[in-house]
């Protein structure tokens, strides 16, 4: 494919759209509601479409203040919210509707662009409902632009936090950060240092019930690396990486071979499955984990997050 024009490859599928260029392909499904394929340089980064999350396992601390019991519609929110519409934008004209067939029959193989955006708006399934948007916005450069938006409601309860997750084929090998020095929360930040950093694998914290662990705060850029694919005929096994740098802020990050779902049904570490995937949660908010006692205190009022406040923030994925 020739792409010396130096513009994005648009593919008008029946219920997808592509988007190419030197490097890379992604596309996104308009069934499946978002993003169902990223691969860079032959390497899929992409087993679950993208979907956004509230849910952060609960700990010891947020059984002891039953803000698990209070918040537990959340849970299913993270699981079983659904796409309630998908605009599509390629350069500066929106499609009224979507560009699915036979509407898509008007469009050749050859159909270029200097920037395409999808937004697609959620409906969560709690009482009462609330929406979030995923916008999509990609550059000739394989740049992804991600952006969300959490619409407020004061009559829904306190969120365990607000983000988006990723889960990848396979396990990563390690990932490199800029942030803050181990494992922080929002107040569990005293005394980290600001720096460059490597992880080897995705560390899980051995606790005896498993629990909410491995949350990276203030994060300006993020690398992360596998050797590994599903794909039997590729046998390189160099490594290969996926960089998240920040949008118009710092982000929050965890990295675990686990989404929040398994570790929350474990109650002992030897029920967690084996590691087979890489759970990437990008957050723009995160509740605090308290520790000021595990028979009832909550948490401080500021490390709480209002379901009654509009939550944005974005980042910048790159091959």
Same mark, same amino acid.
């Given at each position: 494919? @020739?792409?010396? &024009?130096?513009k994005l490859h648009v593919i008008y599928?029946?219920?997808?759209?592509?988007?190419?260029?030197?490097?890379?392909?992604?596309?996104?499904?308009?069934?499946?509601?978002? *993003?169902?394929?990223?691969?860079?340089? @032959?390497?899929?980064?992409?087993?679950?479409?993208?979907?956004?999350?509230?849910?952060?396992?609960?700990?010891? &601390?947020?059984?002891?203040?039953?803000?698990?019991?209070? #918040?537990?519609?959340?849970?299913? %929110?993270?699981?079983?919210?659904?796409?309630?519409?998908?605009?599509?934008?390629?350069?500066?004209?929106?499609?009224?509707?979507?560009? /699915? %067939?036979?509407?898509?029959?008007?469009?050749?193989?050859?159909?270029? %662009?200097?920037?395409?955006?999808?937004?697609?708006?959620?409906?969560?399934?709690? =009482?009462?409902?609330?929406?979030?948007?995923?916008?999509?916005? =990609?550059?000739?450069?394989?740049?992804?632009?991600?952006?969300?938006?959490?619409?407020?409601?004061?009559?829904?309860?306190?969120?365990?936090?607000?983000?988006?997750?990723?889960?990848?084929?396979?396990?990563?090998?390690?990932?490199?950060?800029?942030?803050?020095?181990?494992?922080?929360?929002?107040?569990?930040?005293?005394?980290?240092?600001?720096?460059?950093?490597? =992880?080897?694998?995705?560390?899980?914290?051995?606790?005896?019930?498993?629990?909410?662990?491995?949350?990276?705060?203030?994060?300006?850029? *993020?690398?992360?690396?596998?050797?590994?694919?599903q794909n039997n005929a590729d046998n390189?096994?160099?490594?290969?990486?996926?960089?998240? @740098?920040?949008?118009?802020?710092?982000?929050?990050?965890?990295?675990?071979?686990?989404? %929040?779902?398994?570790?929350? &049904?474990?109650?002992?570490?030897?029920?967690?499955?084996?590691?087979?995937?890489? /759970? *990437?949660?990008?957050?723009?908010?995160?509740?605090?984990?308290?520790?000021?006692?595990?028979?009832?205190?909550? /948490?401080? &009022?500021?490390?709480?997050? #209002?379901?009654?406040?509009?939550? @944005?923030?974005?980042?910048?994925?790159?091959?």
């Open positions: 494919m @020739d792409y010396t &024009n130096n599928g029946d219920g997808t759209l592509g988007v190419g260029g030197n490097g890379f392909h992604y596309i996104f499904s308009y069934e499946r509601g978002g *993003l169902e394929s990223l691969v860079a340089h @032959d390497k899929e980064w992409i087993y679950r479409t993208p979907t956004p999350t509230f849910w952060r396992a609960t700990t010891d &601390n947020d059984h002891g203040s039953g803000f698990s019991v209070k #918040s537990a519609q959340w849970y299913a %929110a993270d699981m079983f919210s659904t796409v309630e519409s998908i605009s599509v934008t390629v350069d500066e004209k929106t499609f009224e509707e979507l560009p /699915v %067939a036979p509407f898509n029959n008007q469009f050749s193989d050859k159909e270029f %662009a200097e920037k395409v955006s999808l937004i697609y708006t959620y409906l969560t399934n709690t =009482v009462p409902h609330t929406t979030v948007t995923i916008a999509y916005t =990609v550059t000739p450069d394989g740049q992804i632009n991600i952006k969300s938006h959490f619409n407020g409601n004061k009559d829904l309860p306190d969120l365990p936090a607000f983000g988006i997750r990723f889960i990848m084929p396979t396990t990563a090998t390690g990932f490199d950060y800029t942030g803050l020095s181990g494992e922080t929360y929002p107040d569990r930040m005293a005394g980290a240092e600001k720096s460059e950093f490597h =992880v080897d694998g995705m560390p899980v914290t051995p606790y005896l019930v498993p629990q909410e662990c491995g949350m990276h705060m203030e994060t300006s850029a *993020l690398k992360i690396t596998r050797t590994t694919t390189n096994p160099q490594p290969f990486s996926l960089k998240i @740098d920040k949008g118009e802020k710092n982000f929050n990050f965890s990295l675990l071979p686990y989404t %929040a779902e398994e570790l929350e &049904n474990a109650t002992h570490i030897e029920e967690l499955p084996l590691a087979r995937r890489t /759970v *990437l949660g990008v957050y723009g908010a995160v509740r605090g984990v308290g520790g000021i006692d595990s028979w009832g205190t909550d /948490v401080e &009022n500021k490390y709480h997050i #209002s379901a009654g406040d509009d939550i @944005d923030f974005d980042f910048n994925m790159r091959i």
